[in-house]
């Protein structure tokens, strides 16, 4: 970044800003290539980032092709990527957690009101007056939106900022930063642990990690997939069982069975054949989110007193100590690294669900 630094305003004030490369889409159908960004130079306040590594997340996907476009229209040019890991490289005069050559992460967020309920309970992700999302958000500062991880650098306050312990695998540690506390949040909210039966729907990038989280909680450990074919994966990750859901008579055995169920997948299902496996005071918890709407039977939900709900992410407190408990635990993301030049073609395998399980770009290929 050795250009010259220019000048954004931020409330009259002035802001310097310096290239950065990236990789962005230019409208829904141009696919990724290569840009270049500006970002802030560092507050007293910031953390600038060297990105070493950036997880793909199913919401890249969507957000760059605009198919979020009735809930989060897309801005382009587009820079997705909110699993950021990265090294340390400018600390500002008031940072206090980091120093230069700390390994550190960023998530889905980057900043929030930091005065409403949400914000003062640590539930930054529920910000009652609109967080900033690492990409596509508003940028308050320099104006526009927020660009991502798929770049090599980002500068971000030191608020929104996570530690990495040192016993991570940083490329793999990168999804955790969105598949990992997406599925830990709620797991922790409903107590999972010892003694509960829990299902997990979907092993993809959010339900393998939801696998490791709640055999790591203690719970016996139901994986619900439509393909036989990742049974074995699925007992390795952490399930005591796996039920092929297509099949009748083996749903059918977990009638009323069940405390918890995580349902992570994104696509067109049947939400109501779940929703009766559970026992009464049950919930199922939707983390996955389908591009349509999906009927649902009330009798399910009243014949048992069960519950429906959804979760997003966590805190930047929770996701620290999600981090932290990976850190005890050696819990990581099983990845693939690919180049920023594949990144394409990891979209078109991501709609193939063609990974195990999460893709991570390697950023030093940006160079």
């Not at 802030?40 to 600038?48: G, K, S, T, Y």
């Not at 980057?110 to 003062?120: Q, T, W």
């Not at 955790?176 to 642990?193: E, N, Q």
Request: proline residues 4%.
């Amino acid at each position: 970044m050795s250009e010259a630094a220019q000048v954004a305003r931020q409330d009259g004030a002035q802001v310097q800003t310096v290239p950065a490369k990236a990789y962005a889409a230019q409208s829904p159908t141009s696919g990724l290539a290569p840009h270049t960004i500006r970002r802030r130079a560092p507050r007293a306040q910031d953390v600038q980032i060297e990105i070493l590594y950036c997880g793909v997340c199913h919401s890249d996907l969507h957000q760059v092709r605009n198919e979020w476009k009735e809930v989060m229209p897309t801005v382009y040019p587009c820079v997705p990527g909110h699993e950021i890991v990265g090294r340390v490289v400018k600390a500002g005069s008031a940072v206090k957690k980091f120093k230069e050559g700390d390994i550190a992460a960023v998530g889905c967020m980057v900043d929030s009101c930091r005065v409403c309920a949400s914000c003062r309970a640590g539930e930054e992700e529920y910000c009652e007056n609109g967080l900033t999302l690492t990409y596509n958000g508003e940028d308050k500062i320099l104006g526009g939106v927020t660009y991502g991880g798929y770049s090599e650098s980002v500068v971000v306050d030191e608020a929104y900022v996570l530690r990495v312990p040192n016993k991570l695998d940083p490329a793999g540690a990168a999804p955790l930063l969105c598949a990992g506390i997406t599925t830990y949040s709620p797991l922790r909210h409903w107590k999972v642990g010892k003694g509960q039966k829990v299902g997990i729907v979907g092993l993809g990038g959010l339900g393998h990690m939801g696998l490791k989280f709640a055999h790591a909680f203690g719970a016996h450990v139901v994986l619900f997939t439509t393909s036989a074919n990742k049974t074995a994966d699925a007992l390795r990750l952490g399930a005591d069982e796996v039920v092929i859901s297509k099949n009748e008579a083996e749903m059918q055995k977990h009638a009323g069975s069940f405390n918890f169920i995580l349902d992570a997948v994104s696509a067109a299902h049947d939400v109501n054949a779940y929703m009766n496996l559970l026992k009464r005071d049950g919930t199922l918890t939707l983390v996955g989110a389908p591009e349509k709407p999906f009927p649902m039977t009330a009798f399910s939900l009243i014949m048992g007193r069960r519950s429906l709900a959804g979760s997003a992410i966590g805190g930047i407190r929770e996701t620290q100590e999600m981090l932290d408990f990976c850190g005890e635990h050696r819990i990581t993301s099983d990845i693939e690294r690919i180049p920023i030049q594949r990144i394409n073609e990891a979209y078109e395998r991501l709609l193939k669900s063609d990974v195990k399980y999460r893709f991570v770009i390697d950023m030093g290929s940006l160079q």
